[in-house]
């Protein structure tokens, strides 16, 4: 995979694929994994091999309860738990690796021109520090995440965005950060390094996709003092069955007590807690946003408020022609004539715009672009056009061109005053046409919203999430967008003084808040905020203030952002709900087959008709360890989040997972009961 290649890998992979290709060294590193030095961080998973070992020593030792064949089956189970927890783990980390090492591979041998008294030293690139100043050079790489001091130039940004097209950098204004490791293709820049080695955007990609070096995040942390919990209150009520045992003038052999234990204990959980949270930030590295913690992750699971700037995340970057409105006595043919003449010329993404709309309108032959003698906009006239075959075509500002026109104010036609008036209450931007003096028409230009905007929001405001629109329109213009976009709330005037008080007065409620931006004037509103996404073509100081940054500068990358977080949250709680319900029919199956010597009453709990003790010990510990297996691919994909409130999300869950958790055991027990014993196994 080449250095471009790398990061633009997109969702569009398709999981299987990536499965089949790394299921080796997945598995190579299931093995490695079983060393207790790394095993630790998965306290379940060390308690399940410490088990195996147990029980792979009992095998030596004669038992007349309990055949070796039998123990042996058993042990071999353990061991079969602990590597596929241990695989799915790995499989997780694997996704990214190859990723990793492709980056790490791109950046090696890099050197840079520092700036010193006496002019500039070569130095790797390595041992560049946080307010260095290099010089770089048409074709050279950047070697480290900087700002624009000095010069204008084009950067090829493909080896971390995916996106081939240069982008304009220079110092000063919104568009002056740039990234380590992207290339030069135009011109020189005076770069002013702003990280320290090991903290830049590279460096963060990597340690994102390099699982190992994922730090637990707060729910993580405490769903393990969770697990370790329940594993000390199971290990604690196992150690005293035997005493009881005694008791009752019986015995428990050995091998049946670690069998109850591993199956009591979470180990489902316990063994794809980490694949969980590897998987899930690797989603988010897919969707090429890297993430500074995995605590804004968690957080974006969690928000009640998403606060959006309009331009670019609601609506198109520009003004869009929306409509055309003929003055009285003149034909729609003649306006879309005049109106197009007026803007062929118009380079501008408006000009652009009406040119497009009238083409789909009214298709005609069109003069060559070489033949028209263009009018440039001027801040003075704020008027554009024309010149073609001695007749004068204008567009421009309603004041402007009636001015031009010699045309007083109140002497509009009044079918087209009203339209004016009309565009602008809805939000939109009035403009004139005229053609030799005479007036033809107006023309409609407003913000755009972007298609599927309007469903977007609905589905977050079912999940619970309100949205708020951030401009600094007036508040009517603000106010007619956002009903056409159908967010929740409006910001309009926004300063960033009014952004901070916004964010603080909704966190003071006890609501988290997200918010993306991409200039200076953000970054108090991006540190305040739970989860701030600064844009990887903003300023600097958005992406030192923000908790993620987005590689591909797209503003509605949030909402897919919130998506992967409650993806996260639900993955991790749908599969600890099946995990606790498992034990339910573990109960039935061990507890009747452990006592039923000593209380042979039990055996009115063998609702499951299991074949012998030995079968059901076996077939509780092979389901165990296969249930693992089964949920290794929902836990690298996630569980799907419905649009719904929490309420009923609760009750979906529990539903399927807490319900199905409690089902699933039954029947799958004592269908390997039945092969078992049609194997002659036990």
Same mark, same amino acid.
């Given at each position: 995979?080449?250095?471009?290649?790398?990061?633009?890998?997109?969702?569009?992979?398709?999981?299987?694929?990536?499965?089949?290709?790394?299921?080796?060294?997945?598995?190579?590193?299931?093995?490695?994994?079983?060393?207790?030095?790394?095993?630790?961080?998965?306290?379940?998973?060390?308690?399940?091999?410490?088990?195996?070992?147990?029980?792979?020593?009992?095998?030596?030792?004669?038992?007349?309860?309990?055949?070796?064949?039998?123990?042996?089956?058993?042990?071999?189970?353990?061991?079969?738990?602990?590597?596929?927890?241990?695989?799915?783990?790995?499989?997780? /980390? +694997?996704? +990214?690796?190859?990723?990793?090492?492709?980056?790490?591979?791109?950046?090696?041998?890099?050197?840079?021109?520092?700036?010193?008294?006496?002019?500039?030293?070569?130095?790797?690139?390595?041992?560049?520090?946080? =307010?260095?100043?290099?010089?770089?050079?048409?074709?050279? !790489?950047?070697?480290?995440?900087?700002?624009?001091?000095? =010069?204008?130039?084009?950067?090829?940004?493909?080896?971390?965005?995916?996106?081939?097209?240069?982008?304009?950098?220079?110092?000063?204004? #919104?568009?002056?950060?740039?990234?380590?490791?992207?290339?030069?293709?135009?011109?020189?820049?005076?770069?002013?390094?702003?990280?320290?080695?090991?903290?830049?955007?590279?460096?963060? !990609?990597?340690?994102?996709?390099?699982?190992?070096?994922?730090?637990?995040?707060?729910?993580?942390?405490?769903?393990?003092?969770?697990?370790?919990?329940?594993?000390?209150?199971?290990?604690?009520?196992?150690?005293?069955?035997?005493?009881?045992?005694?008791?009752?003038?019986?015995?428990?052999?050995?091998?049946?007590?670690?069998?109850?234990?591993?199956?009591?204990?979470?180990?489902?959980?316990?063994?794809?807690?980490?694949?969980?949270?590897?998987?899930?930030?690797?989603?988010?590295?897919?969707?090429?946003?890297?993430?500074?913690?995995?605590?804004?992750?968690?957080?974006?699971?969690?928000?009640?408020?998403?606060?959006?700037?309009?331009?670019?995340?609601?609506?198109?970057?520009?003004?869009?022609?929306?409509?055309?409105?003929?003055?009285?006595?003149?034909?729609?043919? /003649?306006?879309?004539?005049?109106?197009?003449?007026?803007?062929?010329?118009?380079?501008?993404?408006?000009?652009?715009?009406?040119?497009?709309?009238?083409? +789909?309108?009214?298709?005609?032959?069109?003069?060559?672009?070489?033949?028209?003698?263009?009018?440039?906009?001027?801040?003075?006239?704020?008027?554009?056009?024309?010149?073609?075959?001695?007749?004068?075509?204008?567009?421009?500002?309603?004041?402007?061109?009636?001015?031009?026109?010699?045309?007083?104010?109140?002497?509009?036609?009044?079918?087209?005053?009203?339209?004016?008036?009309?565009?602008?209450?809805?939000?939109?931007?009035?403009?004139?046409?005229?053609?030799? =003096?005479?007036?033809?028409?107006?023309?409609?230009?407003?913000?755009?919203?972007?298609?599927?905007?309007?469903?977007?929001?609905?589905?977050?405001?079912?999940?619970?999430?309100?949205?708020?629109?951030?401009?600094?329109?007036?508040?009517?213009?603000?106010?007619?967008?956002?009903?056409?976009?159908?967010?929740?709330?409006?910001?309009?005037?926004?300063?960033?003084?009014?952004?901070?008080?916004?964010?603080?007065?909704?966190?003071?409620?006890?609501?988290?808040?997200?918010?993306?931006?991409? =200039?200076?004037?953000?970054?108090?509103?991006?540190?305040?905020? #739970?989860?701030?996404?600064? !844009?990887?073509?903003?300023?600097?100081?958005?992406?030192?203030?923000?908790?993620?940054?987005?590689?591909?500068?797209?503003?509605?990358? &949030?909402?897919?952002?919130?998506?992967?977080?409650?993806?996260?949250?639900?993955?991790?709680?749908?599969?600890?709900?099946?995990?606790?319900?498992?034990?339910?029919?573990?109960?039935?199956?061990?507890?009747?087959? &452990?006592?039923?010597?000593?209380?042979?009453?039990?055996?009115?709990?063998?609702?499951?008709?299991?074949?012998?003790?030995?079968?059901?010990?076996?077939?509780?510990?092979?389901?165990?360890? &296969?249930?693992?297996?089964?949920?290794?691919?929902?836990?690298?994909?996630?569980?799907?989040?419905?649009?719904?409130?929490?309420?009923?999300?609760?009750?979906?869950?529990?539903?399927?997972?807490?319900?199905?958790?409690?089902?699933?055991?039954?029947?799958?027990?004592?269908?390997?009961?039945?092969? &078992?014993?049609?194997?002659?196994?036990?």
């Amino acid at each position: 995979m080449s250095a471009t290649e790398t990061v633009a890998t997109k969702a569009s992979q398709s999981p299987k694929t990536s499965i089949s290709t790394l299921w080796r060294p997945a598995l190579k590193q299931a093995f490695v994994k079983l060393d207790p030095r790394q095993l630790y961080r998965a306290p379940v998973m060390l308690v399940v091999e410490l088990t195996a070992i147990f029980t792979t020593v009992l095998c030596f030792i004669p038992d007349s309860v309990v055949p070796v064949f039998v123990a042996a089956q058993i042990a071999l189970w353990l061991w079969f738990t602990v590597l596929f927890a241990n695989f799915a783990e790995a499989l997780a /980390e +694997g996704r +990214g690796k190859a990723r990793a090492d492709s980056l790490k591979a791109g950046s090696e041998g890099l050197t840079a021109r520092r700036q010193t008294a006496g002019g500039f030293e070569s130095v790797p690139a390595s041992a560049l520090s946080k =307010g260095d100043v290099v010089r770089v050079e048409a074709g050279e !790489m950047i070697p480290g995440d900087g700002e624009v001091i000095e =010069g204008i130039a084009a950067v090829n940004e493909a080896a971390i965005t995916g996106e081939s097209a240069p982008v304009i950098r220079e110092s000063g204004g #919104d568009r002056s950060a740039v990234t380590g490791n992207t290339r030069l293709v135009s011109d020189w820049l005076l770069v002013r390094i702003t990280s320290n080695p090991g903290e830049s955007t590279l460096d963060r !990609m990597i340690a994102l996709v390099e699982g190992a070096k994922r730090q637990k995040t707060p729910n993580e942390v405490a769903l393990d003092i969770l697990l370790i919990g329940l594993t000390l209150i199971f290990l604690l009520v196992v150690v005293t069955l035997q005493p009881f045992a005694h008791f009752a003038n019986g015995s428990l052999p050995l091998v049946f007590l670690v069998a109850l234990l591993v199956t009591l204990i979470p180990t489902t959980i316990g063994g794809l807690l980490s694949a969980i949270g590897i998987a899930g930030m690797d989603r988010l590295v897919r969707l090429n946003v890297i993430a500074k913690s995995g605590r804004a992750v968690e957080a974006a699971g969690d928000v009640h408020v998403l606060m959006l700037d309009k331009t670019g995340t609601i609506t198109f970057g520009n003004r869009r022609c929306a409509a055309v409105y003929a003055a009285p006595g003149v034909s729609a043919r /003649e306006l879309a004539e005049g109106t197009l003449f007026a803007s062929l010329a118009d380079e501008t993404a408006e000009g652009k715009s009406i040119v497009e709309y009238l083409r +789909g309108l009214h298709p005609q032959p069109e003069p060559a672009v070489d033949l028209l003698t263009v009018v440039p906009f001027s801040a003075e006239t704020r008027l554009s056009g024309v010149d073609y075959q001695g007749r004068k075509y204008r567009k421009g500002a309603v004041d402007s061109l009636l001015a031009f026109v010699g045309l007083p104010r109140d002497e509009l036609p009044p079918v087209l005053a009203r339209e004016v008036d009309r565009i602008a209450q809805s939000g939109g931007t009035p403009l004139l046409v005229c053609v030799d =003096g005479k007036l033809l028409g107006a023309i409609h230009l407003k913000d755009v919203v972007k298609p599927g905007i309007r469903e977007r929001f609905a589905e977050l405001r079912k999940l619970g999430i309100r949205t708020v629109m951030v401009t600094g329109d007036n508040p009517l213009t603000a106010a007619a967008i956002a009903a056409e976009a159908g967010v929740d709330d409006v910001l309009a005037e926004a300063t960033p003084e009014k952004k901070l008080a916004r964010i603080r007065h909704e966190q003071n409620d006890g609501r988290l808040v997200a918010m993306c931006g991409d =200039g200076a004037n953000d970054a108090p509103a991006l540190a305040q905020a #739970d989860v701030g996404m600064a !844009m990887n073509d903003g300023t600097q100081a958005a992406r030192e203030a923000a908790n993620m940054v987005d590689l591909d500068s797209d503003p509605t990358k &949030l909402l897919d952002v919130v998506q992967i977080g409650k993806e996260l949250l639900v993955t991790r709680g749908a599969l600890t709900t099946f995990s606790v319900a498992n034990d339910v029919a573990k109960y039935f199956a061990i507890l009747p087959a &452990l006592f039923a010597s000593i209380y042979p009453q039990l055996g009115v709990l063998n609702v499951m008709h299991l074949s012998s003790p030995q079968s059901a010990i076996v077939s509780a510990i092979v389901f165990n360890a &296969l249930i693992i297996v089964v949920l290794i691919p929902l836990a690298l994909r996630g569980v799907r989040v419905q649009a719904a409130s929490a309420a009923a999300l609760l009750r979906r869950n529990l539903l399927i997972y807490g319900l199905g958790g409690i089902v699933v055991p039954f029947a799958g027990i004592k269908a390997i009961d039945m092969l &078992l014993t049609a194997l002659n196994l036990v």
